[in-house]
């Protein structure tokens, strides 16, 4: 049977307007970071995460204050520094990226293995486990691309959390977050599969808003 002409117009008016859904996706990633990331493949396709901003409403954008911001490339936070106190070390993710992490953290620099065990203090995001509220365990990212946009951080730009028991939990958010606890150098492993080199055990959180 010959194609009717109607045919003909819906499959073109069709391809037009995936054709113009295309065009308006490209011109995005001019300046939008994270368009760019899925644009060059590197972004998982996962969803872009809503979470609680400071005045309770619901954000993808983390609020930052005068001077600070996130790094458009790497998504790590630019301007904010750490609080040195008494009996804490200040910990950034400098000293952790610094190392390439290997089977069995062969080749591991000492400055990492001696804050094995020591209290430290770090900065970053929060990606969750599976709780999206009263949050005891999650994972603590270097970049907010990783948080809220699905990027994969690496085993050395990220620390896994374990809130104390008495410790208020978290929530979900795209704010920075404040961790202090043990720092604890170990591999640990989901069957054969490594998810993680470093730890904050019995950790305080605190979320940070201006």
């Known amino acids: 049977m010959a194609r009717r002409p109607l045919d003909l117009v819906v499959l073109v008016a069709a391809l037009g307007a995936l054709l113009l859904a ?9 300046d939008d970071p994270a368009a760019r990331l899925r644009a060059d493949g590197r972004l998982p396709p996962r969803r872009i995460v809503l979470a609680k901003d400071p005045q309770g409403g619901m954000s993808s954008q983390a609020q930052l204050p005068d001077g600070v911001s996130i790094d458009p490339v790497t998504g790590a936070l630019v301007g904010l520094a750490l609080e040195a106190e008494p009996g804490v070390t ?5 000293v ?24 430290v203090v770090m900065l970053g ?19 907010h691309w ?4 699905g990027v994969p951080a690496g085993l050395n730009g990220s620390v896994y959390v374990q809130l104390a028991p008495k410790a ?3 929530h979900l958010t795209v704010q920075p977050v404040r961790v202090k606890g043990t ?3 170990r591999e640990q492993k989901e069957g054969r599969i490594v998810f993680s080199v470093y730890a904050l055990e019995d950790a ?6 201006w």
Do not use: K, N
């Open 96 to 119: 952790l990226r610094a190392y390439e992490v290997q089977p069995g953290l062969v080749g591991m620099p000492e400055d990492i293995r001696e804050l094995d065990g020591q209290q």
């Open 22 to 30: 295309w065009g308006h996706a490209f011109a995005r990633t001019a």
């Open 90 to 94: 200040p910990l950034p993710w400098e």
């Open 146 to 149: 990783s948080c809220c946009y």
């Open 183 to 185: 720092f604890r150098v």
């Open 168 to 170: 208020p939990r978290l």
């Open 125 to 143: 995001f929060l990606q969750p486990e599976y709780d999206y509220e009263d949050i005891a365990r999650f994972t603590l990212v270097e970049s």
């Open 204 to 209: 305080q959180g605190q979320i940070l808003g």
